[in-house]
């Protein structure tokens, strides 16, 4: 493990998690790592569905998964975060993992939003089933400036912890905006 990637850690944290056969749900697809990560957790029964709204991100996960033999898990959607309660019913998902910020290596003036992420978010906590987990790696500073990072850091701060427990861990000794990983764990 890389001790400095949020990814890693997050994925850390999502394999105690794990339900072979499960639904999983990469939120942001971005360059396939995710959704190749969930395609594992959710095993030969299990399935992914991985959103992005660039088809260069549809291309190379598609491309990724089928090297790594593992495309058959996967159902890739050309389509908005905000959008996914149009192909996931309520209380169906084991895991939802956000990577918020822009695609690796491409254009960063294609990111997410503050106004669409905070939909998805929504939208995922209804999706999610009870004992299922949000893993969400927020970044900031530099292109992706502030906005997004403090209206999700707000909005979760306010789930009901009757219904949700909210877990924000920090890298404490890391200049420059380091990206906080955040865990949501529905009762």
């Known amino acids: 493990m890389n001790y400095s990637q949020i990814t ?30 969930l395609c594992r957790l959710a095993g030969e029964k299990g399935k992914v569905l991985a ?22 898990r996967a159902e890739l959607i050309l389509d908005g975060h905000e959008n996914m309660d149009r192909y996931l019913e309520k209380e169906t998902a084991d895991i939802i993992c956000f990577n918020f910020g822009y695609l690796p290596g491409g254009d960063h003036n294609v990111s997410t939003k503050p106004e669409t992420s905070i939909i998805a978010i929504t939208k995922a906590l209804e999706i999610l089933k009870p004992d299922g987990m949000l893993s969400l790696c927020i970044y900031s500073g530099g292109d992706s400036g502030f906005a997004e990072k403090d209206a999700v850091l707000d909005y979760l ?27 949501v764990f529905k009762k």
């Not at 998690?17 to 959704?35: F, H, I, Q």
């Open 51 to 72: 959103f992005d709204i660039q088809m260069e991100a549809i291309e190379h996960t598609r491309a990724r998964l089928g090297n790594a033999l593992l495309a058959d």
């Open 8 to 37: 890693d850690w997050c994925h850390e944290i999502m394999k105690t998690r794990k339900n072979e056969g499960g639904l999983y749900v990469d939120a942001t697809m971005g360059k396939g790592n995710d959704t190749e990560f």
């Open 157 to 183: 701060k306010k789930l009901s912890s009757k219904e949700y427990v909210v877990i924000r861990n920090d890298y404490y000794n890391r200049p420059h905006h380091p990206p906080i990983p955040v865990f």
